[in-house]
């Protein structure tokens, strides 16, 4: 549902700066950029920048340069004589530090650092700081809020349970991941109390007081959840989640603070959670220009709420150019072959093609063994065949062993020590 606009103009404290008149963002006034920004780029990569439409999804896996991409299109936007749009107007949303650092550093080569430093660009948490900073008084947040990080939960929770005496039931970090899980869904946890019916029958009554544990966790929970959130109020303090849920109360209830919004564009969009959608289309609510990149492959945030089905939700809730990047730059021929085998047998996957730009290269193997000690074993053995075969062409830091847990290592380090083979962790 689109955000509503009010029917009268809201009395606010300080008057919303009126959008940003539109310009050519791109430094230098050379008829060339647009040109110069899409050169080197493949067929799909040139059509995800260059496309006309204004709902863009790039699909993309693994090495397939979705990076550059993603900041050519931002720089064609910006760039493109007939859009003209204002970096000012322009938001970029990741969900890393490092990713928007990265972002910026390629964005200024492409369009320069003045240009680069006016976008709304950093993670969707920074975005959201930024609009309730200045316009948080809208929806009742008092001057100098502050920011919870994870430890400061975690310390309000463990206070909280031990004022209530229920350590032996949950343990904060628990019941941090426990809130956490409501917020990043826009969900009440008071939605799942149910109470206890009365028992009529000794039959009944012996159900209704099973039901009544079962319903009593759920009851205390809300409580912790209700008392969590007091002391947050109390100490004028957000949490992550709530910069989020609180930006989005804000631009559903006065949707005029980015009505100067001309695009938005989504790194990552596999890992976005119900809350993200809704902030995504709460920004985009005027323009409607929107361009995502993502892999449904690589969704792995699962357990963090990501929701992999807002890829198909957004196609259901728009009219989407759907772009696949195909190509392949880092792996071998026979990697993609190997992953593709795995991959494709997820029958409810978007179904995509790789193809690979670098030779067959080795066979992976995939080997059998009985105990962990003897796949230690067998891992030492293949570097020292590797090394022997390749005449110490591979030296040993060529090598990456990779494991599931920090805990598995402990044979392969015993197995590496006993062949005198030195490592690094």
């Known amino acids: 549902m689109e955000p509503r606009l009010p029917k009268k103009q809201p009395s606010l404290h300080r008057p919303l700066p009126p959008p940003q008149k539109a310009h050519n963002g791109a430094t230098g006034s050379s008829s ?5 920004i899409i050169r080197g780029l493949n067929p799909a990569q040139r059509t995800a920048v260059t496309t006309p439409a204004s709902i863009v999804q790039i ?3 693994p090495g397939s340069g979705k990076t550059r991409t993603l900041t050519s299109r931002v720089a064609y936007l910006l760039s493109e004589p007939s859009l003209k749009l204002n970096p000012h107007n322009v938001i970029v949303a990741t969900f890393t530090v490092k990713a928007a650092n990265e972002m910026k550093e390629r964005l200024a080569k492409l369009v320069g650092e003045t240009v680069g430093r006016k976008l709304v660009l950093g993670t969707f948490h920074s975005i959201c700081r930024r609009y309730l900073l200045r316009y948080g008084h809208l929806v009742g947040l008092e001057k100098g809020w502050g920011i919870a990080d994870s430890a400061d939960g975690t310390a309000i929770c463990k206070r909280i349970i031990a004022h209530k005496r229920l350590g032996d039931i949950v343990d904060p970090q628990t019941l941090k991941s426990r809130i956490s899980h409501f917020k990043a869904r826009n969900l009440s946890p008071a939605g799942n109390a149910f109470p206890a019916p009365a028992p009529h029958s000794t039959a009944q009554s012996t159900q209704s007081t099973q039901k009544r544990q079962k319903d009593l966790a759920t009851e205390e929970f809300v409580g912790l959840y209700t008392d969590y959130q007091a002391a947050l109020e109390a100490s004028n303090l957000l949490d992550y989640d709530d910069l989020l849920l609180r930006c989005l109360e804000l631009l559903t209830q006065s949707p005029e603070c980015v009505s ?25 609510w005027k323009a409607r220009r929107i361009t995502v990149v993502g892999d449904p492959d690589q969704s792995i945030y699962g357990f963090r709420a990501a929701e992999i089905g807002n890829v198909r939700r957004m196609q259901r809730h728009y ?5 696949t990047l195909e190509e392949n730059y880092r792996s071998s021929a026979s990697i993609l072959q190997a992953a593709l085998a795995v991959i494709q047998q997820d029958n409810q996957r978007i179904d995509k093609t790789l193809t690979a730009t670098h030779p067959i290269g080795p066979r992976p193997v995939f080997r059998r063994v009985p105990t962990p000690a003897k796949e230690a074993e067998w891992i ?3 570097i020292r065949r590797v090394g022997t075969a390749t005449a110490g062409m591979v030296p040993l830091d060529g090598f990456a062993i990779l494991v599931r847990s920090a805990h598995l290592t402990r044979h392969i380090e015993t197995a590496l020590t006993r062949q005198g083979l030195p490592y690094k962790m």
């Open 32 to 36: 060339d950029l647009p040109n110069a």
């Open 59 to 61: 699909l993309a896996p």
């Open 260 to 284: 100067n919004i001309e695009a938005v564009l989504i790194d990552e969009f596999q890992d976005t959670n119900i809350v993200q959608y809704q902030l995504m289309k709460a920004f985009a």
């Open 319 to 323: 009219e989407t150019l759907v772009v």
């Open 380 to 382: 030492v053995s293949e």
